[in-house]
């Protein structure tokens, strides 16, 4: 684009429309940057130093040059060549205030050809800089939409897609396995970023994301544009397989049906367009017991044992069905953890129930060992649920006694003997936690066990520095995350830090806000 500054002066105003319709820019954004070059070369020509400015009058292309110098109260002033005392403007203009501009007229500038270069660089770069800022603009509300392009080059693999109105990227990485694109084709994405960059805005295109997914299927499902139906997840292996599930807000309609559509039409649309990835179409649940039943079809499942705190669950599967709940590679497994966002461990029924006696065997043998009873009393007590020693101790004595073969006496008896075997167990712990130096402030910060008393010596936590020196996230490491959780970790070593002296009372309870 030329752009030929010394010219008569209303063809400044013809320019600016020029520029204007062939960049799809506003016309005063093109005369501002005309205006910023002119004042780019007056500050050439009477010194980089001073406040000059232009302006161009938007009905007949006039351009008026001035040199602006504010009014100032402090004398000396910090700057001579933009500044001016108001007891000296006073004598060049009476009755100025401070904070106002003694304004200069200018001679126009003769451009010359090095000066006439400059300007029309800053007029190119000004409204390269516009066109840019409008395109981020108008693409940084489209992230989550499907946009179609035709590749224009590759670029290391990546290719760069032509919009029409701007440049995107489609990563490698970002591209189904085995597609390839050559420059024309054309190709549909999903715009999953749109950032302000250096070099321009960066818009990024994605055909691997699961949003690609969802978005197809509200192109091709009318029910889910309409928001009958809601896509409630989504998880993918590219080109493989993925699963989406799906829920209906109205119960007349079949939410995976509608999905699949007449003899799978509308499915295998969206199949075609992401080069032949098997969908599975599943009903979404509340209950997450159910969901990932669901999610791990086409396998059959006997249990699921959820943990909610930590996100976890072991789902118990028949002995024929387990290859088919793996999946090939762990696909199936995988995707359903991804689906559901819980970490998902399959058992057999042959390996549910192996564990089930090993922690029967394990137990009774606890109880035999502290209780000095038989196997018979000790798989009594583990039939009940009882877990530990503590259990024991602590269930009321009607309760114990309430179990068949038990009495009274038989529940008093047994809770003493488990008292007994505490009070030896903690003061052996007890002597060992001295051993190792382990002060008992700790014990007062942190409430905690002999047991644990003893497991922080063993990895060096010894007094309150100690303890104060570790994150939340180590201290659960030490002690396990049955017996910590996130927040109480975190609290426990905020504490710390405030007994050693490491932050005031405020500043604690604003940090321990911030892990919260």
Sequence with gaps: MAIEIAIARP????????????????????????EQAIQKAGRAKYGHEKDIRAIIDRKNGEVRLSRWTEVVEAEPVENEATQIPHRIALRIK??????????????PIDFGRIAAQTAKQVIVQRVREVERGKQFNEYKDRVGEII??????????????????????LRRDETIPREAFRNGDRVRAYIYDVREEPRGPQIF?????????????????PEIYDG???????????GSRAKMAVISRDSSIDPVGACVGMRGSRVQAVVAELQGEKIDIIPWSPDFATFI?????PAEVSKVVLDEDGK???VVVPDDQLSLAIGRRGQNVRLASQLTRYDI?????????????????????????????????????????????EDVVTVEDEELAGIEGFDESVAVELKRRGQAFIDKRDGELDDKRRELGVDDVLSEIGGFSPQMMVALGEKGVKGLEDLADLAGDELIEILGTEVLDEETANAIVMEARRRAGWLGEEEGAAESDGNE
């Excluded at 062939?22 to 501002?32: A, P």
């Excluded at 058992?347 to 564990?355: G, I, Q, V, W």
């Excluded at 394990?362 to 877990?387: M, P």
């Design 11 to 34: 063809e400044l105003l013809q320019v600016a429309d020029a520029v204007a319709r062939e960049k799809m820019i506003e016309r005063d954004e093109v005369l501002e940057a005309m």
């Design 94 to 107: 009476p009755g100025i205030q401070v904070g106002e501009f003694i304004v200069d007229p200018l001679p």
């Design 148 to 169: 179609n392009g035709i590749v224009k080059r590759t670029e290391y693999g990546n290719l760069m897609v032509d919009l029409g109105r701007a440049e995107a990227l």
């Design 205 to 221: 295109l994605s055909r691997t994301h699961p949003g690609f997914l969802a978005k197809l299927f509200a192109q091709e499902v």
């Design 228 to 238: 009958i139906i809601e896509i409630k997840a989504v998880a993918r292996d590219p």
């Design 293 to 297: 039943v669901n999610a791990l079809a």
């Design 312 to 314: 976890r669950c072991e």
């Design 345 to 389: 461990d399959i058992l057999t029924e042959a390996e549910e129930s192996e564990r089930r006696q090993e922690e029967f065997r394990k137990r009774t043998g606890l109880f035999v060992e502290a209780l000095d009873v038989d196997d018979v009393i000790a798989g009594l007590l583990v039939q009940e649920g009882f877990s530990s020693i």
